[in-house]
């Protein structure tokens, strides 16, 4: 059976994978959603910051589809200035609420899986 602080290691590096996308293309989207189905079954609690995290990322899309539309009316540049910040801040944040053993719901992430 697995520990607390194992499920809460699981869950800080879930949200951490997301950074994986800086190194290697569409890694920051793959990497979360693999360990997420992979660690699912045995860590129940690692289900819900895999929804969290599969949440962000389904939102993040879309509201980078808005700035894209958005760019050309100038405001979509300071959009996506605002939507690099938040793709930093929030999952670190989200990483150390998870290493704490809580599951942070991102502000503004839209509930596709609950």
Do not use: R
């Amino acid at each position: 059976m697995a520990t607390e602080k194992e499920t809460d290691q699981w869950g800080m590096i879930l949200h951490l994978s997301q950074f994986a996308g800086y190194l290697i293309p569409f890694a920051g989207f793959i990497a979360p959603i693999v360990i997420w189905q992979m660690k699912k079954e045995e860590l129940p609690k690692v289900d819900e910051h895999g929804k969290v995290v599969a949440n962000c990322i389904l939102s993040m899309i879309i509201y980078s589809v808005i700035c894209t539309v958005l760019v050309l009316l100038v405001v979509g540049v300071f959009l996506f200035w605002i939507l690099g910040v938040i793709a930093i801040i929030f999952p670190i944040v989200g990483a150390i609420k998870a290493l704490n053993g809580e599951v942070w719901k991102y502000p503004g992430s839209m509930a596709f899986l609950k």
